[in-house]
Nanobody, 119 residues
């Protein structure tokens, strides 16, 4: 079985910074794309950023220049550094990884971490 465990997040004032991390464990032979998604109350879950195994990154326009996604493939871990946070960034943040176990690739999700930006 594969498990993703997230850490980080919390409450921060507007303009502040937070970091998230997500590590995968279990029967893993290869990890493809790693990503971060978020879901605000009453809204659909949306992609925040993702990163390929080769290190290519993709960001939603709303976070470009403020958030940075990175990965440590040796540790099966993905990170999200969030700077210049705004109240609109408040949401439940989820990591997702496309992981190959014994045979096929499947998508796995973390448990979710609350990020609240408020004065």
């Amino acid at each position: 079985q594969v498990q993703l465990v997230q850490s980080g997040g919390g409450l921060v004032q507007p303009g502040g910074s937070l970091g998230l991390s997500c590590g995968a464990s279990g029967r893993i032979s290869q990890i493809g794309v790693m990503g971060w998604y978020r879901q605000a109350p009453g809204k659909q879950r949306e992609l925040v950023a993702d990163i390929t195994s080769g290190g290519s990154t993709n960001y939603d326009d709303s976070v470009k220049g403020r958030f940075t996604i990175s990965r440590d493939s040796a540790k099966n871990t993905v990170y999200l550094q969030m700077n210049s946070l705004k109240p609109d960034d408040t949401a439940l943040y989820y990591c997702k990884m496309n992981i190959r176990g014994p045979v096929v690739f499947s998508d796995y999700w973390g448990q979710g971490t609350q990020v609240t930006v408020s004065a």
